[in-house]
């Protein structure tokens, strides 16, 4: 199967698109990590004011190690900033920390989709700490027998990870949307960095969206595989 055209492309397209997107998302954020804000905010500042704005006074601000790992965490409330977001004060920080608190903002609005992916987490842990030794087994006992049980399974298990792929999309979509309205009615941003934090954070949405629609070709492919019967 590794050998199959079809397969190669399936894999190799998404896998490309995913290493362009990361690219220019890396070259984006240093690019606007010049833009300095001109009003001196850094993006704990910036974090604090958004939730404060929107009646939030149960959340933490922290900062976390790392680059790009910045992720608000609804189990303890807290906002997590990499060292560089929290800290420094461009556009490329206020953007991320703001985005973060559109997560926080959309938890304590109870935003159906958030509230989705949230009840999705833990079949999606078994699902994907399962999937690639069921997939691989299914594989192989189909082509050896015919039985096709396991490898249903394995996309069973599948579907499960690229269903949420999906439902990740507008909880990402959402909160960037959530952050760069804020950002804007609050005057928070001068227009030239209004633009930065935008174009940086419509980069960020689009690494979400190559992996769902890379996860939706793979799915379909194993999907083809079964109904297509023994070759």
């Known amino acids: 199967m590794i050998f199959d055209p079809i397969y190669l492309i399936v894999i190799g397209v998404p896998f490309l698109l995913s290493l362009y997107v990361s690219s220019k998302l890396k070259s984006k954020f240093s690019h606007y990590s010049k833009v300095y804000l001109a009003n001196g905010m850094s993006g704990k500042e910036i974090a604090e004011k958004m939730l404060s704005d929107n009646g939030i006074h ?25 060292e560089v977001v929290y800290h420094e004060r461009n556009a490329a920080a ?33 699902s994907s700490r399962l999937l690639q030794w069921v997939l691989m087994g299914g ?3 189909y082509f050896s027998s015919g039985n096709s049980i396991v490898l249903w399974v394995g996309i069973a298990l599948f579907a499960v990870t690229t269903l949420f792929a999906f439902v990740t999309l507008p909880v990402e979509y959402d909160a960037s949307n959530r952050a760069l309205a804020w950002l804007k009615q609050k005057n928070m941003v001068m227009p030239n960095e209004y633009e930065g934090a935008q174009d940086a954070l419509k980069w960020a949405a689009r690494t979400y969206l190559v992996a769902a629609l890379g996860s939706l070709a793979q799915l379909l492919y194993f999907v083809m595989i079964a109904m297509r ?3």
């Open 58 to 82: 149960d959340v933490k601000v922290i900062s976390v190690q790392g680059q790009l790992t910045d992720h608000y965490n609804p189990a303890n409330k807290t906002v997590n900033l990499s």
């Open 94 to 126: 206020a953007a991320v920390a703001a985005h973060e608190c559109g997560h926080a903002v959309q938890h304590a609005r109870a935003y159906k989709w958030l509230e989705m992916r949230s009840k999705m987490v833990p079949a999606v842990n078994i």
């Open 139 to 141: 594989i192989v006992l």
């Open 229 to 231: 019967g023994r070759d």
